[in-house]
């Protein structure tokens, strides 16, 4: 009589406790489905939201100050800074792709803000190739020391030089270096 009296005892308890868990499932199952509809309608509306800042925002990256740039997604204080610091390095941005070229700007970011930016290259400040000394080259990130050397001891020994094909025919630079360096040079002759 014993084990049957505790035979039922055990068999109550189990049919609470599934019924209790079978319950428990389906509360949390509702609650996974109300998150699962707010998340998706807050996703939907953060996704909105960047679409309008995108339409809103747009920032000319040769002009602009660093406050401007705090406007950007994905950008703060030091990567602002460091944008303008890059700027003024370069004497300009030819292209919004050498965003990337800022230490720690991840491409993420670059990937949401590139279509925020223009770039009007009119701004860029460009070296007199023809006039310029080993200093104002060497300001360009892009050159290296033997680079610039060999450009001046050229033009020592030529005298004026036309374009960047020039460079490029007396081995100079090579045709990707000079792809990168073009937008920042200018080919003046001396005297105009």
Do not use: W
């Not at 406007?71 to 700027?87: A, D, E, K």
């Not at 080259?137 to 960047?164: A, H, K, T, V, W």
């Amino acid at each position: 009589m014993l084990i049957i009296l505790i035979a039922i005892v055990v068999c109550v308890r189990f049919l609470i406790s599934g019924n209790q868990t079978h319950i428990n499932y389906i509360a949390i199952e509702k609650e996974l489905i109300e998150t699962d509809s707010v998340q998706r309608v807050s996703t939907e509306t953060a996704a909105a939201s960047r679409a309008q800042n995108r339409e809103l925002i747009m920032i000319e990256i040769n002009s602009c100050d660093s406050t401007e740039l705090l406007r950007l997604p994905g950008i703060g204080q030091v990567l602002s800074v460091r944008i303008i610091r890059f700027r003024n390095l370069l004497g300009g941005y030819a292209s919004k792709e050498q965003l990337q070229e800022v230490y720690g700007l991840r491409p993420e970011t670059f990937n949401v803000i590139k279509e925020m930016i223009t770039v009007d290259t009119t701004l860029i400040d460009k070296i007199n190739v023809n006039t310029a000394d080993f200093r104002r080259f060497s300001r360009l990130p892009y050159f290296e020391r033997q680079e610039i050397n060999d450009l001046l001891r050229y033009r020592n020994m030529n005298g004026q030089i036309d374009n960047i094909d020039e460079l490029i025919e007396n081995s100079i630079l090579s045709e990707d270096k000079a792809a990168k360096v073009k937008p920042y040079l200018n080919f003046s002759r001396q005297g105009n």
